[in-house]
């Protein structure tokens, strides 16, 4: 294998980990491991949770150095899981570059699961959540509403790319305005358990994870990245809550 | 029954979570199933222990251990079941009462409560911290002497 597709190999699984909610310290890993077994010499690679760079030294070649920009991340734990599989599966026995295109094309089109059952799983969160903090039946049936709501809301801001605090905030606010108009039209009567209940679906329980992961790994830089990252999620999600809150309830009374 | 109920309920949350992290198929129960062991111990140590910043604690560490151990036996990596099974123990209760007192103009109650939530963040960090760093040590123990014994038998042969 020559030094160019080796290092496009190891460049590919590692976008393809990082870009679906991966830890840092693993993508770093990963490659290193898979560059090491499919013939390098040495190899450096430097992980933010933004860019990639690879530098990887082959016997008897002058050295290769590469960089990619992570531009969109979502979270696909599957894809994560299966290029762990295939990184170890290097190891062990080599494979030929073509394979190993072949294969990588394959996870990296892995469907996720169909979009309805994302939305309903976005209500069901919602759902579950309410009950689980105390509240009623017909709680928990407005909880399945804000789920949707908030589900559809999320899709269609980060279709025009808006970013994740703004995304938060006007999540949380869906969320208090939905609940307070019910509590107003008398349809419940606790309104703090059904906010508490829907904001549980923005809450970021994967940046908080890798925070933490990466932080024991010993990459500080992006554990207290993404740590930061949770922390003003959740002084987004508090604001967004805020605003109906004050705003409405002289209104209605809440 | 007033035991078992948020448990249940903790379940469905994870196994709803599990699908929107994309988690694979035949992973989604076995890491929803960390949800409700948190819960689970949550609620059991609640009949012996009241400050709930340890409970937590041990929440935490019973779902790391979990995770850590289920990741090692079905070759996963660990965020997989951690990431699910923390998420019903994250305060979310805990920042919206915060949010409240401070814009109904309860300064002290915020901050009280503020500090609460700080401190169980803290016990979830500290548990999975715990957790990982000792399964790793332990790990490289482990492969640490399992190369002496081998080197030890290689001397054997050659001499």
Redesign the interface.
Same mark, same amino acid.
Do not use: C, Q, W
């Given at each position: 294998m020559t030094i160019t597709q080796l290092s496009h190999v190891a460049m590919e699984m590692g976008v393809i980990l990082l870009s679906n909610?991966? %830890?840092t310290y &693993?993508v770093e890993e990963s490659m290193h491991r898979i560059c090491i077994a499919l013939g390098a010499k040495e190899a450096e690679i430097f992980v933010v949770p933004t860019t990639i760079i690879i530098s990887v030294t082959l016997v008897g070649e002058v050295p290769l150095t590469r960089t990619r920009r992570i531009h969109s991340r979502k979270?696909?734990? /599957?894809?994560?899981? %299966?290029i =762990?599989?295939l990184s &170890?599966h290097i190891c062990f026995e080599p494979t030929n570059y073509k394979d190993l295109l072949a294969e990588i094309r394959r996870i990296d089109t892995i469907p996720?699961?169909p979009y309805y059952?994302?939305v309903?799983?976005?209500a069901?969160?919602s759902q579950?959540?309410t009950?689980?903090?105390g509240g009623s039946l017909m709680d928990s049936c407005v909880g399945f509403l804000i789920g949707i709501g908030i589900k559809l809301q999320m899709d269609i801001m980060s279709r025009f790319e808006a970013n994740v605090f703004f995304t938060n905030i006007v999540g949380g606010l869906i969320a208090s305005t939905v609940a307070v108009t019910a509590s107003g039209l008398g349809l419940t009567t606790n309104m =703090?358990t059904i906010?508490?209940?829907s904001?549980?679906t923005l809450?970021p329980?994967?940046a908080? /994870? =890798?925070s933490? &992961?990466d932080?024991?790994a010993g990459d500080y830089l992006s554990g207290l990245t993404k740590g930061i990252e949770a922390l003003l999620i959740?002084a987004a999600?508090?604001?967004g809550?805020?605003v109906p809150?004050?705003l409405l309830r002289p209104f209605w009374g809440g | 029954m007033n035991y078992i !109920?948020?448990c249940l309920?903790?379940f469905?949350?994870s196994?709803?979570?599990a699908?929107?992290?994309?988690?694979?198929r035949n992973?989604l129960l076995l890491s929803a199933l960390g949800g409700m062991l948190g819960q689970l111990i949550y609620v059991v140590f609640q009949l012996v222990i009241s400050n709930d910043v340890i409970l937590y604690l041990l929440a935490t560490i019973a779902i790391s251990l979990y995770a850590e151990v289920l990741a090692r036996l079905t070759? #996963?990596? !660990? *965020?997989?079941y951690?990431?699910?099974a923390?998420?019903?123990l994250?305060p979310?209760?805990g920042?919206?009462? *915060?949010?409240?007192y401070?814009?109904n103009g309860d300064i002290d109650l915020g901050i009280s409560t503020g500090i609460h939530t700080l401190l169980i963040s803290g016990a979830?960090?500290v548990g999975?911290?715990m957790v #990982? #760093?000792t399964v790793?040590l332990v790990r490289k123990v482990m492969l640490k002497s399992k190369t002496k014994i081998r080197k030890k038998f290689k001397y054997g042969k050659n001499t």
């Open positions: 909610g991966a %830890e &693993r979270i696909d734990l /599957t894809k994560v899981s %299966e =762990n599989h &170890r996720s699961y059952l994302h309903l799983a976005f069901f969160i579950m959540f009950l689980f903090f =703090n906010i508490i209940g904001i549980m809450v329980g994967l908080i /994870t =890798n933490i &992961r932080i024991i959740g999600i508090a604001a809550v805020a809150l004050s | !109920t948020p309920y903790a469905g949350a196994l709803a979570f699908i929107v992290f994309n988690i694979p992973k070759k #996963s990596p !660990t *965020t997989i951690l990431a699910v923390l998420i019903p994250v979310g209760g920042i919206y009462y *915060t949010m409240l401070f814009i979830l960090a999975i911290i #990982s #760093s790793n």
